[in-house]
């Protein structure tokens, strides 16, 4: 099935986590995400996530063409992620761990720890129309 002639695939086994360069420094520690180091995509976009409520749900969505590095930039939670057939939660906790997702996965984030900080770099500008928000038609797109 296609958007905007994209098909969507997914697989779960394509998300993974990156390890991203960390300064460490008695003065704090500094953290490096760079186009073309080791990164899946280059980024075109920056979006975080502030002032979270713990029992707060977001996600809840899939991307036809969308691919993400999502980080805990602060705090603490749980990216579950599906592809339809196997989900797989990954606990987000250190701001130098990236969760790759790729097009085509469905994620939803809970558990939020307070004071938490969802920063997500991104391979495309906004655009809602690379949205898949109903679960029921993002699995019959994968038929
Ligand atoms: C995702 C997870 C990890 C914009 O206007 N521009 C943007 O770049 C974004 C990301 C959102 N928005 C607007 C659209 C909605 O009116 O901000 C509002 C909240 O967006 P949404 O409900 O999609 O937020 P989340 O936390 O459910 O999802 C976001 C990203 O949208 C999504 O791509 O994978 O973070």
């Given at each position: 099935m296609t958007n905007n002639n994209h098909s969507l695939r997914a697989d779960i086994n394509d998300c993974r986590i990156i390890k991203l360069p960390t300064h460490c420094d008695p003065a704090g520690n500094l953290i490096v995400a760079q186009?073309?180091?080791?990164?899946?995509f280059a980024i075109e976009r920056v979006f975080y996530i502030y002032?979270?409520?713990?029992d707060a749900h977001r996600g809840g969505h899939a991307h036809y063409r969308e691919q993400q590095l999502i980080v805990a930039a602060a705090g603490c939670f749980d990216v579950e992620v599906t592809d339809g057939t196997t989900s797989r939660t990954f606990t987000l906790r250190r701001p130098s761990e990236a969760l790759y997702v790729p097009a085509g996965l469905w994620r939803a984030m809970k558990n939020f720890a307070g004071a938490s900080v969802c920063l997500t770099l991104s391979?495309?500008?906004?655009?809602?129309?690379?949205?898949?928000?109903?679960f029921d038609q993002y699995l019959s797109l994968l038929k």
């Open positions: 186009n073309s180091n080791n990164l899946p002032d979270i409520p713990t391979s495309t500008h906004y655009d809602e129309n690379d949205y898949i928000r109903n």
